[in-house]
């Protein structure tokens, strides 16, 4: 997996295509769906395995859960974020939530991802796998190899997020130029 920094970083950079709002709400609650998948791992605790449907990477990682999940926090907040059309605020969490598994199919551990669950169970990591797997624990993550994987993630994550971000907001700014009109 990738680390939640990255994670969080990945679903800002696809907030900044949507022109948010200035409210700190709307970022936080794309940086939490982009976290959630990984509660996956508290699984261990209660003996289910990594392979399982519930395992990491397993059903909280499929399109189905990004669809899903977007879908309930967009309903729980559309009150508090009036500022964008719910189909909009829906996109980006559902953007957020589902870059999660994209960017674990792009890491070189683990199982895969089941992008497809429940339906089709079988994990996926795509061809080219750049991105260094992030130990998981607290212990682990916070070592010489987590801060070698943050290193890696700020070259394949958050070097193309940031000029992700930076072409949305040229892009936004030359259209609200009087000159370009």
Known sequence: ????????????????????????????YGAVCSAVPDLDVTGFGFGVDYGDLWGHRGMTHSILF???????VTVMIRSSERARPWIVLWLYLFLATVSHGLLDALTNGGLGVAFFSPFVTTRYFFPLQPIEVSPIGIDSFFSMRGLAVLRNEVVWIWLPSFLFATAMWLTRKAQRSPALR
Request: net charge positive; glycine share 2%; no cysteine.
């Open 66 to 72: 990004a669809i899903a999940l977007s879908a309930l």
């Open 1 to 28: 997996m990738a680390s939640l920094f990255s994670h969080a970083v990945a679903a800002a950079a696809i907030g900044t295509a949507f022109a948010p709002p200035r409210s700190a709400r709307f970022w936080i």
